[in-house]
C-alpha cells in the first residue's frame, strides 16, 4: 500500500514536500516513482529513484525537484521549490522496478494521489 501526502495551495515560486508511506512491501527492494496528471492530460513522469538510489526526473522539473528516501521510515519525498502553475496537477507515487522508468505502466503498485495546486 502506497499512501501520497503533503499536496496544498501555494502561490508560484513556493514549495511543498510531498511524501509517499509505503507499507506491505519490502521497501529496500523496489523503486518508487512520481507521476503527476492534470485535468485532461495523461498521467506523466516526474521523477524516481530507484531501489539502490539511482535518480532520474523529468527535464520539466530538473533544478527544481528533489527526490530522496528513507528506508528506515519507508518513505520518498520529493522536495519541490520554485514551483510554477504548470506544476499544478495531482501527484501519485508508484513501486516497481521498471526498466523504463517515465513509463507508468512498469509500476505494480500504486497510491492515491495528492493534490498541487500553484497559483499564480
Known amino acids: 500500500q502506497l499512501q501520497a501526502y503533503g499536496g496544498g495551495l501555494v502561490q508560484a515560486g513556493g514549495s511543498l514536500r510531498l511524501s509517499c508511506a509505503v507499507s506491505?512491501?519490502?521497501?529496500?527492494?523496489?523503486?518508487v516513482g512520481w507521476f503527476r496528471q492534470a485535468p485532461g492530460n495523461e498521467r506523466r513522469f516526474v521523477a524516481v529513484?530507484?531501489?539502490?538510489?539511482?535518480?532520474d526526473y523529468a527535464d520539466s522539473v530538473k533544478g527544481r525537484f528533489t527526490i530522496s528516501r528513507d528506508n528506515a521510515k519507508n518513505t520518498v519525498y520529493l522536495q519541490m521549490n520554485s514551483l510554477k502553475p504548470e506544476d499544478t496537477a495531482v501527484y501519485y507515487c508508484?513501486?516497481?522496478?521498471?526498466?523504463?522508468?517515465?513509463?507508468?505502466?512498469?509500476?505494480?503498485?500504486w497510491g492515491r494521489g495528492t493534490q498541487v495546486t500553484v497559483s499564480s
Open positions: 508508484a513501486a516497481g522496478n521498471p526498466r523504463i522508468v517515465s513509463d507508468n505502466r512498469g509500476y505494480d503498485y
Open positions: 529513484i530507484r531501489w539502490n538510489g539511482g535518480i
Open positions: 506491505g512491501l519490502t521497501f529496500s527492494a523496489y523503486g
